[in-house]
């Protein structure tokens, strides 16, 4: 199994533009979502998603959209870079969306600067 | 909002020593994590504690739960150069419904040398 794989590795972007960043598993996995990190922060939850089809809004949403169309796939799109947006985003899965608790797989990140 | 916050934020001990991170959260929780991120890569979940558990091991880690204090603690036994790296903990609070959505804390970033 290749886990959560994302990309690009890295991108720059200028303020305004827009892309999407690609992230997959292979687990078979319920449960995704999608974390940004800066410096001396921690992770914070952007969107995630318990399943195909269903999505719902995390701790920092704003300028970002998400879709789950297969259980697979979880891109997440930002509609028009600003440089606040500047970070590391991963991509996270896991089996359990039911609550109990589980082991999330985190993929190795995709490094966005916004100019 | 951080929900957990690490404590301390940089530790440096010799190759050998024990190393103990603590963590606090705010809220009621359905279980904490622990993971590590060694520099530029992804986040490696090593042990989950639930809610109803003190204490658990896993090889060379322990790590234990105190609910009522809303904190918890990571120890490394013997540890190596490859421990290097940040470690944060994660909570799953009991508000949110479940679904697995985690409150990350800052981290504390551990150097072990030879």
């Known amino acids: 199994n290749a886990g959560v794989t994302q990309t690009p590795k890295f991108q720059v972007l200028k303020t305004g533009q827009s892309m999407t960043l690609q992230c997959a598993q292979d687990?078979?996995?319920?449960?995704m979502s999608w974390y940004r990190q800066d410096p001396g922060m921690g992770l914070r939850l952007i969107h995630y998603s318990v399943g195909a089809g269903i999505t719902d809004q995390g701790e920092v949403p704003n300028g970002y959209n998400v879709s789950r169309s297969t259980t697979e796939d979880f891109p997440l799109r930002l509609l028009s870079a600003a440089p606040s947006q500047t970070s590391v985003y991963f991509c996270a899965s896991s089996y359990s969306n039911q609550g109990a608790g589980d082991t999330q797989y985190f993929g190795p990140g995709t490094r966005l600067t916004v100019l | 909002s951080q929900q957990g916050e690490e404590d301390p934020q940089a530790l440096s001990i010799q190759e050998g020593e024990n190393a103990t991170m603590n963590c606090s959260y705010k809220?009621?929780?359905?279980?904490l994590q622990w993971y590590r991120q060694n520099s530029g890569r992804g986040l490696v979940h090593l042990i989950l504690i639930r809610s109803n558990e003190r204490e658990k091991h896993s090889g060379r880690l322990r790590v234990t739960l105190d609910t009522s204090k809303k904190s918890s603690s990571l120890l490394i036994t013997a540890s190596r150069a490859a421990d290097t790296a940040s470690y944060f903990c994660?909570?799953?609070?009991?508000?949110?419904?479940?679904?697995?959505?985690?409150?990350f804390g800052t981290g504390t970033q551990l150097k072990v040398e030879l």
């Open positions: 994660a909570t799953d609070p009991l508000l949110t419904g479940g679904g697995n959505k985690l409150t």
């Open positions: 687990m078979n996995h319920e449960y």
């Open positions: 809220t009621s929780i359905n279980n």
